[in-house]
Nanobody, 119 residues
Framework: QVQLVESGGGLVQPGGSLRLSCVASGRNLRSATMAWHRQAPGKERELVASVTSGGTSNYADSVNGRFTVSRDDRDAANIILNLQMNNLEPEDTAVYYC??????????WGQGTQVTVSS
């Protein structure tokens, strides 16, 4: 079992910044890819950014250059995943979900945190 708890969402004006965090806890969490996904009203869930255990990151075209994903593998039982979001746009409004995926433990999702970009 892997528990994921997100924090950091909220309301921000266009052009502003937010930082999302996700704490993954469990046993033997290493060797996993972690990612942020988002889902806007009426749209499908989409990948925002991911980072492998080796540190390779990947971004959606729509956020590349504005968002930065990072992870801190504290130990085998805790991983912190962050998403620094700069120059936010109204189109970034969505519920953001943290995801943990490994071949040994499977696929887990957080409960989601709301990000609203509006003036």
């Amino acid at each position: 079992q892997v528990q994921l708890v997100e924090s950091g969402g909220g309301l921000v004006q266009p052009g502003g910044s937010l930082r999302l965090s996700c704490v993954a806890s469990g046993r033997n969490l290493r060797s996993a890819t972690m990612a942020w996904h988002r889902q806007a009203p009426g749209k499908e869930r989409e990948l925002v950014a991911s980072v492998t255990s080796g540190g390779t990151s990947n971004y959606a075209d729509s956020v590349n250059g504005r968002f930065t994903v990072s992870r801190d593998d504290r130990d085998a039982a805790n991983i912190i995943l962050n998403l620094q979001m700069n120059n936010l746009e109204p189109e970034d409004t969505a519920v953001y979900y943290c995801r943990y995926n490994s071949r040994w433990l499977g696929d887990y999702w957080g409960q989601g945190t709301q990000v609203t970009v509006s003036s």
